[in-house]
């Protein structure tokens, strides 16, 4: 039975409220609805846009990383921040400006370099930074970029903690400058690729190895680029690597986690037992059996939950995923005796929900895969291994590990939009009603807004292929005229 609710946004400071117990679900935003209007800078993962348009822009970044540093100024220790960014060309400017504005507030810098998202938070922890920045749009096109901060701890800011960052960025930030003498100093840390190589590769069971596997691997010409081949070489593996030839402008086009039909394509080119296609930043991965089908990031937590129940790894025997999850999943795991939890979209709302239930795996349909007993936050590599290292165990294919069930129709349209507060207009209100009316009690119905992009995302999921395709098509329809 589905549970169904409708958590609303176009109410009075985003409050929930229920509907009758006959509705299917309908999530328009995000849970924190009242913070997320508010806010001028920060989305759903940080702060994203076109690069040298606002807040994309060497001044306003400077005035971050400035309220940054007051943020995380605290005792009169040496204050320290490590930065770490993808492959895009915008790099070269951001990366400076950020510096520029630690520096000036009396932060060391320490600068990674092209690396994976979970490195820079593995090496927050690691060198006992005060915070940790990612330069990354994660799967955007190369003239979007953006930032992701993490504390002390390795995890991603609070919406909290990210409203009294804007908050100090508006603040004359004049009074607030250090002294000359007091200056943080910047350096560049040589050897930052090699430590999350053994970090990642110490996720792997000790005395195995992949000899006999031949694994292609499209780093999305993204930060991954070396990192990925260098650890799957390391354990063994016959490696096919593609996507490893970044220019600046070339990072997730049509390649990465989000267009893996090349990764899919190679897969079979080559006889490869299993295809892994990480994002721009490496913190998702979808994969392809050997048969170059697809695998989402249903189907791998699917597999890590049901070892790890097995294996009595699985704290709580529970998991935590989105309300993007397939219902599929859900089924799945009940007839395994494992509790799912859903949270709202973003990686850091599963991190969030898994703190609370105790839970130690979570993560998103679209390839984040949370474990929180390697890392704070999705990483597509460590994620990797773990099937792996399953298949390698079991002595199974990919095909037959990787199809634990059968997903239910589920259809996704994302819907252009100037501006994401038609959702609040009453005729498109009046039309989500009467999808939900016709969907009934047939499925889940999910409305909302893009945390990172302009967009409207329409899914819905249910047994009847038919009437779902109809909802989504309709609804989206009505959309994009009333936009």
């Known amino acids: 039975m589905v549970k169904r609710f409708v958590l609303r946004s176009l109410g009075e400071g985003g409050k929930r409220r229920k509907t009758r117990k006959a509705a299917s679900v309908i999530v328009i935003m995000n849970r924190r609805i009242g913070v997320l209007m508010t806010r001028q800078f920060f989305g759903t993962d940080g702060i994203r846009g076109k690069v040298n348009q606002e807040p994309m822009t060497a001044p306003t970044l400077l005035k971050l990383a400035m309220a940054a540093a007051m943020q995380f100024r605290r005792g009169n220790h040496r204050h320290h921040v490590v930065i770490g960014k993808d492959t895009r060309l915008s790099g070269y400017m951001i990366e400076p400006a950020l510096t520029s504005g630690f520096v000036s507030m009396g932060m060391d810098v320490t600068l990674l370099g092209p690396l994976p998202t979970p490195a820079v938070a593995m090496l927050t922890r690691s060198l006992r930074a005060d915070m940790g920045v990612m ?102 593996a016959e490696v096919i690597a593609i996507g490893t030839k970044p220019d600046g402008v070339n990072i997730n086009k049509q390649c990465g986690a989000t267009a893996p039909q090349a990764m ?25 059996d050997e048969k170059g089908a697809r695998i989402d990031g249903d189907q791998i937590m699917a597999l890590i939950a049901q070892s790890w129940k097995q294996s009595g790894l699985l704290r709580g025997d529970a998991i935590v995923a989105t309300v993007m999850s397939n219902l599929g999943l859900e089924r ?147 959309i994009q005229k009333a936009a």
């Open 135 to 236: 330069i990354s749009a994660s799967h955007n096109p190369f003239d979007d970029n953006g930032i992701k901060l993490f504390g002390p701890d390795g995890n991603k800011l609070s919406d909290e903690t990210e409203m009294q960052i804007e908050k100090l960025m508006q603040d004359d930030m004049q009074q607030h400058l250090v002294e000359p003498k007091s200056f943080g100093r910047a350096m560049r840390l040589d050897d930052a690729k090699g430590r999350y190589i053994e970090f990642v590769k110490s996720s792997f069971p000790k005395g195995l190895r992949l000899d006999g596997l031949k694994i292609v691997i499209d780093c999305a010409e993204g930060a991954a680029y070396k990192v990925a081949p260098a650890v799957l070489w390391e354990l063994g």
């Open 264 to 288: 899919m394509e190679s897969v079979i080119l080559h006889g490869a037992d299993l295809g892994i296609a990480l994002d721009g930043d490496a913190d998702r991965l979808i994969l392809a």
């Open 332 to 478: 799945f795991l009940n007839a395994q005796n494992i509790k799912l939890h859903r949270a709202s979209v973003g990686d850091r709302y599963v991190v969030e929900q898994m703190a609370k239930t105790g839970c130690n795996l979570g993560g998103e349909q679209s390839g984040h895969i949370v474990m929180s007993d390697f890392n704070t936050t999705g990483d597509g590599l460590v994620a990797a291994l773990q099937v792996l290292a399953m298949l390698v165990q079991n002595k199974k294919k990919a095909s037959d590990a990787l199809r634990l069930f059968m997903p239910v129709p589920q259809k996704l349209t994302n819907v252009r939009v100037t501006t994401t507060t038609i959702l609040e207009q009453s005729p498109v209100k009046n039309a989500i009603a009467e999808a939900e009316k016709r969907l009934g009690s047939q499925g889940r119905l999910l409305v909302r807004k893009s945390g990172t992009e302009p967009l409207i995302r329409v899914m819905a999921e249910g047994d009847d292929e038919a009437l779902i395709n109809s909802i989504v098509s309709d609804l989206c329809a009505f």
